[in-house]
């Protein structure tokens, strides 16, 4: 029987999952993309506590934007989840592509993370 994209990408995230967690110390950036918007959230894993969050769903980070969806959007997020960790004390993340591949809009979002100064 075949396997879904859906079911192969939970595949990959708990594979990842088992490798990388966040702590105190260095919390994890997890990044979720849908069809619509794009979201990213630093969790400190040990606490369970979500720490920093950005979306665009926030009207803030949505205005100005033709796609909620495109790379511009994505570097948007990037930009405003490493000013707000920044803004919170947090220095350095693992990173957590959600299973995804680090291409596309999820290596845009880093890499505007890392411009804001996270690092990981």
Do not use: C, W
Request: hydrophobic content about 40%; overall charge positive.
């Amino acid at each position: 029987m075949a396997v879904s994209r859906t079911q192969q990408r939970t595949k990959r995230h708990d594979r990842l999952r088992r490798k990388v967690s966040g702590t105190s110390a260095r919390p994890r950036l997890a990044v979720q993309r849908t069809l619509h918007h794009i979201y990213a959230v630093v969790i400190d894993d040990s606490r369970g506590h979500t720490l920093v969050a950005a979306s665009t769903r926030e009207k803030d980070i949505a205005e100005g934007l033709d796609s909620r969806t495109n790379l511009e959007a994505a570097k948007k997020i990037g930009a405003a989840i490493g000013r707000k960790a920044k803004a919170a004390g947090i220095d350095a993340v693992v990173f957590d592509t959600g299973g995804r591949k680090y291409h596309g809009r999820v290596a845009a979002l880093a890499d505007a993370a890392r411009e804001a100064g996270l690092e990981f």
